[in-house]
């Protein structure tokens, strides 16, 4: 440390930052709570004015009611906490406790914005409500009849069966084929160029091609070549068929971007040990690849479940068709919102899964030296 | 005949030649120091010898069998010239005994209960048979690269190559792994390191080589090429060297 003496440069000073005041922020907080009180009330009584005119009377349900009307008293506490902080920063600050002053007003903003959080929610809850009532319940009735979906619920789950059978095999069938042809893509050396030209025109041929047009040629197509195998063929097989061609190129981009993303030197390391070409991607190279790239071929798996809907185009009566029988002898899409729920409960959970996966490869790759 | 001889060997990355013309002969038992300035080609030719690069013109031949040139079983080459690199390389998805007793059991068809007995024996020599079952990642940069030379030597290699195996190391990581090179060299291993450990060098070798601009510009015993270097640029470097307070 220099004497200031010795120092031609004046030190220079700081002059402390007083604390943001949060007075009208927690107030605007308050107000809003007060509102969404108001609004809250306003539109369960809506609703319960439907129920009578619909002749639906049931204590559970007018418990629920109150239920959900006395749910945004919650705002109060926040909002309240936010507006006693603020004062209490204002009091500190006139006493010249800046940093307790700072605390006082970091606490009201934090309090504040926490109401603000849960009343855009309850907002956006609010909206859902007003408009699955409008109309007399049109919306709720359209999409969300509950006898028709108990009706039809076997039927529909028994179609579901045909989806999940259908994306198993072509899942399976496109993890190893999306390897072979992304394998063949990077073989080395002249001699297999055609080859890694004819797997390059097959990935760029498929990504390109929606996989409807491709379930519509080889569903309605090979049946009508009259070729013994293909004609005596079941429609699902074929199904399974498009299904692992189109996603057979997709999961091998990605087993492509995860087999060159393995440094050479582990190449080399293989190699150098007197390793065979085929042995050194067997025992080295692909165990770690496909490590990385769980991810991304879960996502495409994830894809392909959905795109299995997409088989009705051919005839399979897979749950989406059933649904879509149904609607039609109904004239109401109950049936089909079954379905989508059913989607939805297979799909959250893998979709979690990746996340997990993704999560555990970013915690190993911070802790990796 | 010579253990390995090699001939005016030229290697070239596109338009950069990097091997100039290197001649170099190896007795059985003995180990050779390559020594020089960064980009001298050291790597490259330690590369080419077990048939990592392919070599452009000349050859390289081992107990008189040429090993470069088209038509070489290179996978029966690297049973018998094993490399070391300087960045280890292990597999990090097996553990340390799998490792070593990857390439024995594959290549070698060694059965597995064989394999594994000769890993932990070659472990236990190295004072690391309780890591057998850990991952490369759990171990440490000198631990990891005596695994490296062990996975090496368990393919019981003729000549074993060592690409600069300390550089990536903390310096008090360097002496376990240049002990392991000392009793190797003891046992009359057969050694051709590219390195910049001076010190080491002067000590064990049987040979040093001064590299520069991709050709063997000085080779000699040790006393005389680090005491009595003849050309200019090997008086240049070595005092350069000095200098950093590394010799």
Same mark, same amino acid.
């Given at each position: ?23 009208? %922020? ?5 107000? $809003?709570?007060? $509102? ?10 809506? @609703?319960?004015?439907?129920? +009578? ?15 959900? +009307?006395? @749910? ?94 259908? %994306? ?14 992304? &394998? ?30 491709? &379930? ?7 049946? =009508? ?12 097989? $074929?199904? !399974? ?31 150098? =040990? ?10 080295? !190279? !692909? ?22 809907? $997409? ?24 049936? !089909? ?9 297979? +799909?959250?959970?893998? +979709?979690?899964? @990746? ?15 | ?59 390289? /031949? ?43 059991? *594959? ?13 932990? #024996? ?110 200019? /640029?090997? *008086? ?7 200098? #950093?307070? /590394?010799?």
């Amino acid at each position: 440390m220099m004497e200031s003496g010795s120092n031609s440069r004046e030190a220079r000073r700081r002059t402390p930052t007083p604390p943001r005041d949060g007075f009208r %922020f927690a107030l605007g907080a308050l107000v $809003l709570a007060l $509102l969404l009180i108001v609004a809250t009330a306003a539109v369960m009584w809506g @609703v319960k004015q439907t129920m +009578t005119a619909n002749n639906f009377r049931a204590l559970w349900a007018d418990g629920v009611l109150v239920l959900l +009307t006395l @749910v945004p008293l919650g705002l109060l506490r926040p909002a309240s906490r936010s507006l006693q902080e603020s004062r209490a920063a204002r009091l500190a600050l006139q006493s010249e406790n800046l940093i307790a002053a700072r605390v006082h007003s970091s606490e009201a903003h934090t309090w504040a914005w926490f109401t603000l959080g849960y009343a855009g929610a309850l907002v956006l809850f609010l909206l859902f409500v007003l408009f699955f009532i409008a109309n007399n319940v049109a919306v709720g009735r359209t999409f969300f009849q509950l006898e028709l979906i108990r009706n039809s619920f076997g039927l529909i789950l028994q179609a579901f069966w045909v989806n999940v059978v259908i %994306f198993l095999f072509a899942g399976v069938f496109s993890l190893i084929w999306g390897l072979v042809v992304a &394998i063949a893509k990077l073989l080395p050396g002249k001699p297999a160029q055609p080859i890694r030209f004819i797997a390059t025109f097959y990935t760029d041929a498929f990504l390109s091609l929606p996989s409807i047009i491709v &379930i519509y040629l080889i569903g309605f197509g090979l049946p =009508l070549t009259g070729i013994g195998f293909f004609r005596n063929l079941p429609l699902e097989a $074929l199904a !399974v068929l498009a299904l692992t061609l189109t996603y057979g190129a997709y999961m091998a981009e990605v087993y492509r971007a995860g087999l060159e993303s393995i440094h050479p030197s582990q190449w080399a390391a293989a190699r150098s =040990l007197g390793l065979s070409y085929g042995q050194t991607l067997r025992f080295v !190279v !692909v165990p770690q690849a496909v490590r990385r790239i769980v991810p991304p071929l879960l996502n495409n798996f994830i894809g392909m479940q959905k795109d299995t809907a $997409l088989v009705n185009v051919v005839g399979v009566i897979d749950a989406f068709n059933q649904a879509r029988i149904i609607a039609s002898n109904d004239f109401n899409l109950s049936a !089909v919102t079954t379905v989508a729920i059913l989607f939805i409960l297979i +799909t959250i959970p893998q +979709t979690r899964l @990746v996340d997990r996966l993704v999560e555990r490869d970013r915690a190993r790759f911070r802790q990796g030296s | 005949m010579s253990f390995l001889k090699i001939r005016n060997v030229h290697k070239r990355f596109g338009a950069n030649e990097v091997l100039r013309g290197i001649n170099l002969t190896v007795e059985e038992h003995q180990v050779v120091c390559l020594i020089g300035p960064s980009g001298c080609g050291k790597s490259t030719l330690l590369r080419c010898i077990n048939g990592l690069e392919e070599i452009q013109a000349g050859e390289i /031949r081992l107990h008189g069998d040429r090993i470069t040139g088209p038509g070489v079983d290179l996978n029966a080459l690297r049973r018998d010239v094993g490399i070391v690199f300087q960045s280890f390389n292990l597999f990090p998805h097996m553990t340390v005994l799998q490792n070593i007793t990857l390439a024995p059991t *594959q290549v070698l068809r060694m059965p597995e209960p064989e394999a594994q007995a000769k890993a932990l #024996a070659l472990l236990k020599r190295i004072g690391l048979e309780h890591k057998a079952q850990a991952y490369p990642d759990q171990l440490s940069g000198g631990q990891q690269q005596r695994v490296a030379i062990v996975r090496a030597l368990a393919m019981e290699p003729m000549l074993l190559l060592l690409d600069e195996i300390t550089s990536a190391l903390d310096p008090e990581l360097v002496s376990e792994v240049l002990n392991l090179l000392r009793e190797l060299a003891r046992e009359g291993m057969t050694m051709i390191l590219a390195t910049h450990e001076m010190g080491f060098a002067k000590e064990v070798a049987s040979k040093v080589c001064f590299m520069y601009g991709g050709v063997v510009h000085e080779e000699g015993p040790p006393e005389q090429i680090f005491t009595n270097p003849q050309h200019e /640029r090997t *008086q240049q470097f070595l005092s350069s060297i000095i200098e #950093a307070g /590394r010799l």
